[in-house]
């Protein structure tokens, strides 16, 4: 997904900056790292509070596999919820509660 598709998208949230990092793009909205874009897809930050809000929604969290002795590694960001994505209002929600997840681990001092 190009840059500017991704600042649409994310438009409702407010100005968001993007930054190439292994192999994907972060992407940061008031110095806080709201998502990704791995593999063409964008996924939103989540935490303990917000989790079980994208389970509910239909959203998958990014699992990857890590170490062959350590097996799958799941990462605090998840799938849009797909009705979200022609709802400029809904993906609107969604963006908050990842900027919210991000300021929630930054004074947590989880990253």
Known sequence: MDNDAIADLFSGLGRVTI??????KG????????ALE?????????????APDFA????????????IRKGPVAMPYWSIPDSALDDPEE???WTRKAYEAALRSRKSGKK
């Open 56 to 67: 509910a929604a239909g959203s998958s969290q990014w699992v990857y596999e890590g170490h």
């Open 91 to 93: 993906m609107t929600h």
């Open 38 to 50: 791995v593999g063409g897809d964008i996924l939103l930050k989540a935490d303990a509070v917000s």
């Open 19 to 24: 930054r190439r990092m292994f192999g994907g």
């Open 27 to 34: 992407i940061y909205h008031e110095g806080q790292i709201v």
